[in-house]
């Protein structure tokens, strides 16, 4: 059975930083695609990043771009989520993402999810 476990969330001050991790157990995701999405209270399921299997591209969102950084380690099979001088609109419950091969924006395409991390930024 695959699973997801996200960790590194918390509350911190605006332009303050946060590194968030996903460990995946039960499946080898070297070769798949993982994302980031977040959820803030009221509003749809957002895409934050995701990273290809070997590493070499990455999609973003214009509203991360340059303060957040998405990465992996394949050989701990986790993918974390650097985010760098938060603010206050970053609040949300972040999920991880998996899905076997291309990169894709749109959550109908993972299949696979963690439970959440909240990041709360306060101003």
């Known amino acids: 059975q695959v699973h997801l476990v996200e960790s590194g969330g918390g509350l911190v001050e605006a332009g303050g930083s946060l590194r968030l991790s996903c460990a995946a157990s039960g499946r080898t995701f070297t070769s798949d695609t993982m994302g980031w999405f977040r959820q803030a209270p009221g509003e749809e399921r957002e895409f934050v990043a995701a990273?290809?299997?070997?590493?070499?591209?990455?999609v973003d969102v214009d509203s991360v771009k340059d303060r957040f950084t998405i990465s992996r380690d394949n050989a701990k099979n986790t993918v974390y989520l650097q985010m760098n001088n938060l603010e206050p609109e970053d609040t949300a419950v972040y999920y991880c993402?998996?899905?076997?091969?291309?990169?894709?924006?749109?959550?109908?395409?993972?299949?696979?999810w963690g439970q959440g991390t909240q990041v709360t930024v306060s101003s």
């Open positions: 990273l290809s299997g070997s590493g070499s591209s990455a």
């Open positions: 993402a998996a899905k076997i091969g291309a990169l894709a924006t749109s959550s109908r395409w993972y299949t696979y």
